[in-house]
């Protein structure tokens, strides 16, 4: 049936509209809670959830410019700006790509100062889940480190953040039995304020399988969750890696192994690693 020409759509009708967008609202928080539908949601491949939060996201753009149409106070664009903050990101990132990898082996012995954004990368041998990034330019992990002091202006007054975060990074990797050796790292100091928006765009490079964002094998930056006092499940993070002593106070897992494996292959072939620096750059310029 052919839509009606936005000038003819009656009180009543927006009305009916606005009821339906509230019971919707109220759907979805109720969805939110329920362990049947985050059970089912864990079932859903990379590429389902992908085209999920797609859906969504196009649904939030759409409700959010009926908000504007809808608010009684003047909405104007944006007057001062330094251009699209992914150019900006991208820019950072470019010259991220050409920072030296180091071995996590040796981070104890090399501290630095700064805050910024890092990355961890496998190149081991003992995960047969994890092959497919061995020897490639795609992270396993990326974060950032925030400075000791938000308008720090050096890297000494940012403080060893991100030497710091690596080294926690670091604990969990021997904590679960994990060769340091089959790791390296990345890292670039950042002016303070940036890292964030720096490290979003980073995540949507590559898409890092440890990433929360990315929903599948998550939980290395978890910092000690009590299990006795929030009944949390254990992350499949820690499922994959057993051996931190607070998750072993876990009983029940997010997901099984087998569950985050499959995960994971869909993942990477869905989202093919970036082979080498060449193609990394090639999809930076």
């Known amino acids: 049936m052919a839509r009606k020409p936005v000038d003819s759509i009656t009180g009543d009708e927006i009305g009916l509209f606005l009821a339906e967008l509230s019971s919707a609202n109220l759907r979805l928080q109720k969805l939110s809670g329920n362990q049947t539908f985050q059970k089912e949601l864990s079932k859903l491949s990379a590429a389902q959830l992908k085209k999920a939060s797609e859906e969504i996201r196009k649904y939030s753009e759409s409700l959010a410019h009926f908000c504007e149409i809808l608010s009684p106070a003047k909405l104007e664009k944006v007057q001062i700006t330094l251009g699209r903050s992914d150019s900006i990101a991208r820019y950072f990132t470019f010259l991220f790509a050409n920072r030296p990898r180091m071995k996590m082996s040796e981070l104890d012995s090399s501290p630095f100062y700064g805050s910024g954004v890092y990355a961890i990368y496998y190149t081991g041998n003992f995960e047969p889940a994890y092959e ?41 990797l021997n904590s679960a039995a994990l060769d340091p050796a089959a790791f390296e790292y990345r890292y670039a100091t950042i002016q303070s304020g940036l890292q964030a928006s720096v490290e979003e765009y980073l995540i949507r490079l590559f898409s890092p399988i440890w990433n929360k964002e990315v929903k599948i094998c998550f939980g290395i930056g978890k910092h000690g969750d009590s299990a006795k006092t929030r009944g949390n499940k254990r992350s499949p993070w820690d499922t994959m890696h057993p051996g931190r002593a607070w998750a072993k106070d876990t009983v029940e897992d997010q997901n099984s192994r087998y569950i985050v494996e499959e995960k994971i292959a869909t993942h990477l072939q869905d989202n093919p690693p970036i082979r080498n620096k060449e193609e990394l750059l090639a999809r930076l310029s």
């Open 132 to 172: 497919k990034l061995k020897c490639s330019e795609t992270p396993i992990y990326v974060g950032k480190a925030d400075p000791k002091d938000p308008y720090a202006e050096s890297t000494f007054a940012q403080g060893m953040a991100l030497h710091t975060r690596l080294r926690e990074h670091l604990k969990s």
